[in-house]
């Protein structure tokens, strides 16, 4: 079983800042991308940021130059710093995690999710 979860998320005004980490367990052999998707109601879950195990980033162009990805391989963990926090960025914020595991196998895991609130 593998595990990712999230925490950081919650209530914030405008303007304001976040930090979204998320850690991942279990029985892990090694980890590619990780990356962090968000869901408004009534919308689709989209891209955040993404980060390979190099450290290549990629980001929604919404959110560039105010949201940076970040990770800690040795931890297997991911951070997601986000300012100038906006009400249009509220919605749900799940961890995923492109990953093989000690079966040998490729999964696709993904967290429970956070929610991020941003009130205007």
């Known amino acids: 079983q593998v595990q990712l979860v999230e925490?950081?998320?919650?209530?914030?005004q405008a303007g304001g800042s976040l930090r979204l980490s998320c850690v991942a367990s279990g029985r892990i052999?090694?980890?590619?991308?990780?990356?962090?998707?968000?869901?408004?109601?009534?919308k689709e879950r989209e891209?955040?940021?993404a980060i390979t195990k190099g450290g290549r980033t990629n980001?929604?162009?919404?959110?560039?130059?105010r949201f940076t990805i970040s990770r800690d391989n040795a931890k297997d963990t991911v951070y997601l710093q986000m300012n100038?926090?906006?009400?249009?960025?509220?919605?749900?914020?799940y961890c995923n995690a492109d990953l093989i595991n000690s079966d040998?196998?490729?999964?696709?895991?993904?967290?429970?999710?956070?929610?991020?609130?941003?009130?205007?």
Do not use: C, F, H
Request: charged share 10%; net charge positive.
């Open 7 to 12: 925490s950081g998320g919650g209530l914030v």
């Open 29 to 42: 052999l090694s980890i590619n991308t990780m990356g962090w998707y968000r869901q408004a109601p009534g």
């Open 47 to 49: 891209l955040v940021a």
């Open 59 to 65: 980001s929604a162009d919404s959110v560039k130059g």
């Open 84 to 93: 100038s926090l906006r009400p249009e960025d509220t919605g749900v914020y």
């Open 104 to 120: 040998l196998k490729v999964i696709s895991s993904w967290g429970q999710g956070t929610q991020v609130t941003v009130s205007s």
